[in-house]
T-cell receptor, first 109, second 114 residues
């Protein structure tokens, strides 16, 4: 079993819609959870971090964490063409990070 | 803002050459990491360092070595480059501060070995 699994893409959403990205992890000791955005040919950019159960909102992004279910998600509201990218879920069981394979999102105008 | 820089954005080397990739961070971070990223394989950790002169193997250290002589600088060395080391190489750094050790990435080096 992979340490971090993300829902397979690609995910295509119309402009203005909500994009929903899911991630599950295997290490129950994980304490910190991150979402990175990676544009094609570029390096990953940290967009959200979440450490406790519940929701965390930052602009159009909402991260949701459920440690009991070992599940973390990212919602992108009012999706824009500039949100078209690959989104990586990352979890830290220690000071290293375990990354998911990523979900590619395409926002169509 | 955290800034992580890498010595080259694009690099072309020949098989058998010794290759140095350098990474510098300006946030006084304790931890530094080298990853490679390949289509379909995601991000894979090559080596990391949690202190000057300290290093630990990641998931795919074979064919690579690292050097960390100063806190801000972490070098990845390909002792004898091979075509299967053609990849995007990403450096990252993080602090040991309280809370989450977010990793911040450099712009990446796209290495082609011919």
């Amino acid at each position: 079993q992979k340490e971090v699994e993300q829902n397979s893409g690609p995910l295509s959403v119309p402009e203005g819609a909500i994009a929903s990205l899911n991630c599950t992890y295997s290490d129950r000791g994980s304490q910190s959870f991150f979402w990175y955005r990676q544009y094609s040919g570029k390096s990953p950019e940290l967009i959200m971090s979440i450490y406790s159960n519940g929701d965390k909102e930052d602009g159009r992004f909402t991260a949701q964490l459920n440690k009991a279910s070992q599940y973390v998600s990212l919602l992108i509201r009012d999706s824009q063409p500039s949100d078209s990218a690959t989104y990586l879920c990352a979890v830290n069981p220690d000071y290293k990070l375990s990354f998911g394979a990523g979900t590619t999102v395409t926002v169509r105008a | 803002d955290v800034k992580v820089t890498q010595s080259s954005r694009y690099l072309v080397k020949r098989t058998g050459e010794k290759v140095f990739l350098e990474c510098v961070q300006d946030m006084d971070h304790e931890n530094m990491f080298w990853y490679r990223q390949d289509p379909g394989l995601g991000l894979r950790l090559i080596y990391f360092s949690y202190d000057v002169k300290m290093k630990e193997k990641g998931d795919i250290p074979e064919g690579y070595s690292v050097s960390r002589e100063k806190k801000e600088r972490f070098s990845l060395i390909l002792e004898s480059a091979s075509t299967n080391q053609t990849s995007m190489y990403l450096c990252a750094s993080s602090s040991n501060g309280q809370g989450a050790p977010e990793q911040y990435f450099g712009p990446g080096t796209r290495l082609t070995v011919t």
